[in-house]
């Protein structure tokens, strides 16, 4: 399959995946109890005042209507009105979707350069002190849950240490407990599975082959195992990648961090339905992004592999 085809199916896929996704989160948010016409008008509202205020959300519409003119919306760049705040609501969520991309980035950077390192390092010396020492320290940080690694982050480096910021986002110094905090749980996945890839591609017989050559060891293990060990490490990398973009919510509560995935939860409490449908339609438009490009790099990093 050439690339065209390659990315035209794909981009089917994911207009199909989205479509069943906003008509999976409409459909929810419908039987979701409470009616968010009330948290606009308060607790002293009379009942005519709330239903100028469903009429004027659209809520006294039928629900199949609502659903069509939200969907139509979405091409035009008109994604609603925010319940609570009144403003628009596409703004606020390319705001906070981009406070999340840069935490995500930043902490899956961090994940994938140590991982990698230590997986290879791991490798190298399978069934050594070493290696057992680091297949410790991995199960450790993929067992610890993110929100107690960034207290504790917070409570070294900020209270007792006092050399980073604790919560905020408003310079570059704030951004490095939060993405140490994320990237902890998948620095031990991508080691794991580093170590794993790299161990079986070593028995390989073109690797004993290119030693059997005389080709210096960095060059046998950096360009010729390595690399064909890259396609389950990459796989790992992007799903983490995803996953660290949709489970934010705890860090950034933790650090206040203002990022999509602490807007989404601050608006399901608040039932602010347009901001809880934009959130979850971008947050699964980015999990299928991820996933067509570490597809498109499997043919990047491994020729043999095709887009098919």
């Known amino acids: ?30 039987l979701v109890p409470g009616d968010p016409a009330v948290t606009v008008g308060g607790m002293g509202a009379s009942q005519a005042d709330i239903e100028v205020i469903r009429q004027q959300l659209g809520f006294d519409q039928p629900v199949w209507w609502q659903f069509l003119r939200w969907l139509g919306g979405l091409f035009t760049g008109d ?43 791991a490798a190298l010396r399978a069934n050594s002190a070493s290696d057992l020492l680091l297949s410790v320290i991995a199960l450790i940080g993929v067992s610890a849950p993110i929100f107690w690694i960034g207290l504790i982050l917070q409570l070294v480096f900020s209270v007792r240490l006092g050399l980073l910021p604790s919560t905020g986002a408003g310079s570059l110094s704030h951004l490095i407990l939060p993405a140490l905090a994320i990237g902890g749980n998948s620095i031990g996945i991508i080691m794991r599975m580093t170590r794993a890839s790299l161990l079986e591609v070593l028995q390989q017989d073109y690797v004993r082959t290119a030693q059997a050559k005389g080709l210096k ?43 999509i995935g602490k807007l989404l939860a601050d608006s399901v409490f608040r039932r602010d339905f347009p901001i809880v449908q934009g959130a979850i339609l971008i947050i699964g438009a980015f999990f299928i992004l991820v996933n067509t490009l570490v597809d498109f790099a499997y043919t990047i990093v491994d020729p043999r592999i095709k887009a098919g």
Do not use: C, K
């Open 1 to 30: 399959m050439d690339l065209a085809s390659f990315i035209t199916r794909r981009l089917v896929y994911a207009a199909l995946v989205l479509l069943a996704l906003s008509v999976l989160v409409f459909s929810i948010l419908q």
């Open 217 to 259: 060891h960095r060059t046998v293990i950096y360009t010729h195992a390595l690399r064909n060990a890259l396609v389950p490490i990459l796989t790992v990398i992007g799903i983490q990648f995803a996953y660290l973009m949709g489970g934010a919510v705890l860090i950034e509560t933790v650090f206040v961090w203002p990022g």
């Open 79 to 121: 994604w609603g009105t925010s319940i609570v705040s009144r403003e628009p609501v596409l703004p606020i969520l390319i705001e906070r979707f981009r406070m999340t991309l840069l935490l995500a980035s930043a902490g899956i950077l961090f994940a994938a350069v140590v991982g990698v390192t230590l997986g290879v390092n």
